[in-house]
């Protein structure tokens, strides 16, 4: 049988995993695939010998292109197995990185967000929570850890403009812990998970342990976010965005997935959406 996996795990180097996401076309998170994350959670959680895990993209485009929200709203459930999994990953005694290349929105985005550490390409690396301007809310976590990493303000920035952020600017908000040159990043992630692999698994864990009490979410601030994209999903509004957003290129590979943030504001008010209807 063929392997469907949507994730390829390479254990050959002692205390490290490096995880590679691939989902042709463009990367899309499904059901499935937050599924086979909770499998692969489980997996790194039961490995005594790991200390590092690296999740990294196939596609150079897309590191994560979003949630396919048709599927996810037709297993409501996969949301709080995602919340199980973010948690699990930012309380795991391994250290989690997200080396970043391509599109980085929604759900992606907030897989980044739940690493412990993020480094991105400068030139190819693109940041987005655009649920906003389709009549959502950010429902995985990006509500939680955006204010407690680039504060309220630029959190409220990125959260309801919905526009796309290069990583010059991520750097700068304290998005992601550097942004460097695409030739460097393979080079300077390598050498960071090496230097991490020497150490001591229990003592990089309590270290872990301790700086968490300052800065993860809780289960309950995260479910009023998936509780809250939920509400506006049904909203009548938010389905007429989403129509629209179907017939112009959505999951596919097109101009619309590599440019999400910009087409956003061509929307305008939804068919049907009162004026004086405020945002979700």
């Not at 968490?212 to 999903?233: K, M, Y």
């Not at 017939?247 to 910009?262: A, C, H, K, Q, T």
Request: glycine residues 8%; hydrophobic residues 40%; charged residues 25%.
């Amino acid at each position: 049988m063929p392997d469907t996996s949507q994730f390829k795990t390479d254990r050959t180097h002692a205390g490290r995993w490096t995880i590679t996401f691939s989902n042709p076309p463009i990367n899309m998170f499904g059901p499935t695939t937050i599924v086979e994350l909770g499998a692969l959670m489980s997996d790194l959680e039961a490995d005594p010998s790991v200390k590092v895990v690296v999740f990294q993209s196939a596609n150079p485009d897309f590191f994560v292109a979003h949630l396919d929200v048709t599927k996810a709203a037709e297993r409501p459930e996969v949301l709080g197995l995602w919340r199980d999994f973010v948690l699990r990953l930012a309380t795991a005694p391994v250290v989690s990185i997200a080396k970043i290349r391509g599109r980085t929105r929604g759900i992606g985005n907030e897989l980044a967000l739940a690493c412990d550490m993020r480094f991105a390409s400068r030139q190819n690396a693109v940041f987005g929570n655009p649920e906003v301007g389709v009549g959502l809310v950010p429902g995985g976590g990006a509500m939680e850890w955006l204010p407690r990493l680039v504060g309220r303000s630029r959190a409220l920035e990125i959260v309801l403009s919905g526009d796309d952020f290069d990583a010059d600017i991520a750097e700068r908000y304290g998005w992601v812990n550097r942004a460097l040159d695409d030739g460097d990043l393979d080079t300077f992630v390598e050498t960071l998970v090496r230097r991490l692999a020497s150490f001591d698994r229990e003592t990089l864990a309590a270290a872990k342990a301790q700086v968490n009490r300052f800065g993860t979410p809780t289960a309950s601030e995260i479910q009023s976010s998936v509780d809250l994209f939920f509400s506006t999903l049904a909203s009548p509004s938010a389905q007429a965005r989403r129509a629209k957003v179907r017939s112009i290129g959505y999951g596919v590979p097109s101009d619309f997935e590599l440019n999400f943030g910009r087409y956003l504001p061509s929307f305008g008010r939804s068919e049907g959406e009162p004026a004086n209807t405020h945002a979700s």
